[in-house]
């Protein structure tokens, strides 16, 4: 980034507005790493890059009909209810649900994998690993939702921002590992979590080729084309500096050194879910994503415990019911702290939560 | 930069996700420097920092109802116009222009000011130093657009991307220095073309607390809390590095550096300018804004002119009709290129277009 900054400051190096898409350079390299290493066959002119994963989920909705049905998980990462209450699209809210919206709840009785929505739905989106359960759709729960989509021309808007902290090596990383997906799925991915860029801001998302959206009238249209068109529109592309950072992480010292603050998050993880577990609370997620989603006490809410946490405690968290009405009567835990600081709070959790 | 990419690399000056709205030192430094430098009283809580002015002026018209009318200058800045497009506020198409869009002609007849809309309109993008006629509203036209907009409760999106270009001292360089203009207007500015960010990407808007929106059933909501609202929902703002590159700006050097810059492009657009007129042509703009806007010879289209030029001359500049029907019959040259280059271009259109 200092590098690219230099070059700013040179007549001869210096570049004004670039590809609305991103660089090729970064392009090229998150194809080579993230698809074409995984045996992917995801093309340059597929990859969008962006400002962030936020930005591209919450933007995309726009290529959608006021009309158009949307299904959810529930609980569920806000930013894809809100942007859609925001176009519209949610109906009247009632009972802290929105009409028109499909939700899909994720609870422990199911394993925190949503069912097939009953009703026809639009667009769908997935968020594997999970924010904020923690889970992770298989290979097999995957197949099955590609599968629904390509016979009920729904597309599938997948969020896959935590993959790089997937350790069963069966668990996918992309939704284009399954058959089909190109056909009706979109995928966001972040710099954010992977290589600490929340402050640094980049991002991508991927709009294959194959993609086609389909108008009242029956007339299909290039999602790619449409997406393109969106961002040159709208969008001037991201800071030079920054795509020549994210380009770093890519290469062997920064996939080594994120590597390892991954590991860091992830033995955290792996700490958190001891002390819980030596607390008497059930726990899930932490091993394929930061979060770990714990069920609260018997009687007792999401708030109720925030306020015990915090207070008898001194920690932290995110109730459950902020991400939706499935979310009540869990807690959110993040393994995005040092190792001794997770350590200190986790002896707490241990000792005064018995 | 260079330093905020060292802070970024150690855990101690590490800056995660920063505020939806931009950091502190950035939003006081705009308010010292381009606002109370000038005796207008803006805000800090009133700036919004963004990527780009084509994001703010993209996304502005979301807090807008679909069957909100638009009324903008013809010829215009096109993302005014696609973007409303886009959201499905224009209308049919046909003759080259949309049925529910209200055109404000700005030609040389009427000095590129464009008159007050017939209809009513409720939202009106105002561009000056424009682009692409480079003329500037003076104070007193911009007070009768104030007026207007008061009294029509319509909102004016002002763009004035190119204020550091105003070389006349009695011209407004922001609306507000127009009494009224806190309670009708949101104001766009980038630090693209004055400090060339246009790969560095930042620029802000401003939303005055006294701006209130009004629904179809006349309840009024404040536009600040709006657009905070949208911008936290759907952005995470901009790039550490970034904004700390945007502060250095506003330094005795960076200003120092800047107008060095701006005054070379100054000379540019006199050089373009004496060289049009040695050619017999009519041109407008240039001082006070980077774009020259000739006037094309009689019977000579804008597309015309423009093979004429890249053919007969090799100079590329931009075809008038791109911007809009009243762009018909002129072309835009800017004065965006090096010294040597446009002494250059000037010699062969003066010896050239005799």
Redesign the interface.
């Known amino acids: ?2 590098k690219a ?2 070059e ?1 400051a040179h007549k001869d190096t ?5 590809p609305y898409e991103g660089y090729e350079f970064l392009r090229n390299a998150i194809v080579a790493h993230d698809y074409q290493a995984r045996g992917v066959n995801i093309a340059a002119d597929e990859i969008f890059v962006s ?2 994963a ?2 591209d989920v ?2 995309f909705q ?1 290529l959608f009909s ?1 009309d158009a049905r949307v299904a959810l998980q529930d609980p569920v990462y806000p ?1 894809y209810l ?2 859609n209450v ?1 176009a519209g699209r949610s109906g009247a809210f009632a009972n802290g649900q929105f009409a028109h919206v499909i939700y899909l709840p994720c609870t422990a009785e199911n394993n925190f994998a949503p069912a097939l929505p009953k009703e026809h739905a639009d667009i769908v989106y997935l968020c594997s690993p999970n924010n904020p359960t923690g889970s992770v759709l298989t290979r097999a729960q995957l197949q099955t939702w590609v599968d629904w989509a390509l016979e009920h021309k729904a597309i599938i808007l997948f969020d896959s921002a935590y993959e790089a902290f997937i350790t069963q090596p069966d668990l996918p990383h992309s939704i284009y590992e399954i058959a089909g997906a190109e056909k009706c799925a979109v995928e966001f991915r972040s710099f954010s979590k992977t290589a ?1 860029f ?4 980049c991002a991508y998302c991927v709009v294959p080729k194959a993609l086609k959206l389909t108008d009242g009238a029956g007339n299909t249209y290039s999602a790619n084309d449409l997406w393109m068109r ?1 961002q040159s ?10 795509q020549r ?1 994210a380009e770093a992480f890519f290469s062997a010292e920064g996939q080594a050194q994120t590597r390892k603050a991954i590991d860091g998050y992830l033995a955290n993880a792996k700490v958190i879910l001891r002390a819980l577990d030596q607390a008497g609370l059930m726990a899930y997620g932490g091993q394929n994503a930061p979060y770990i989603w714990l069920k609260t006490p018997q009687g007792v809410t999401s708030w109720d415990f925030f306020d015990k946490m915090l207070n008898g405690l001194q920690i932290v968290g995110t109730p459950g019911s902020g991400f939706g009405l499935s979310g009540e009567g869990y807690f959110r835990l993040t393994a995005f702290n040092s190792p001794e600081q997770t350590q200190k709070a986790a002896a707490r959790i241990a000792a005064g939560l018995k």
């Open positions: 980034m200092k900054c230099d700013m210096f570049r004004g507005y670039g400002d962030g936020k930005s919450a933007h726009e006021a930013v809100d942007t925001m600490g929340t402050g640094t801001r969106h529109t709208k969008f001037n592309g991201v800071s030079y500096p920054v950072g």
